[in-house]
């Protein structure tokens, strides 16, 4: 079951699918393209540590280089 978490309009979605925590961060600038991925245990411990300030930081990194994230893109059902 999805829970949502934070949800950001033009910026980001950030939820818990089950035991996964995913965060959905809205790129581009003419073309605007999804880039969803799935935070890892580190990644988890630091949110779980500073909360919604981690958030907005990691979906800046993502929004401002979304090829470095690429490899880490997963397709999610809305």
């Known amino acids: 079951m999805r829970k949502e978490i934070i949800k950001k309009d033009w910026d980001y979605n950030f939820y818990k699918n089950e035991d996964k925590y ?10 605007l393209f ?3 991925i799935q935070l890892s245990k580190d990644e988890i411990s630091v ?7 981690y958030i907005d930081e990691l979906a800046k ?5 979304p090829s470095s ?10």
């Open 34 to 36: 999804e880039i969803n």
């Open 22 to 31: 995913i965060l959905s961060v809205l790129c581009g600038t003419v073309g």
């Open 61 to 65: 990194s993502i929004q401002n280089s």
């Open 69 to 78: 994230f690429s490899n880490r893109n997963l397709i999610v059902d809305k």
């Open 47 to 53: 949110y779980k540590e500073k909360g919604e300030t």
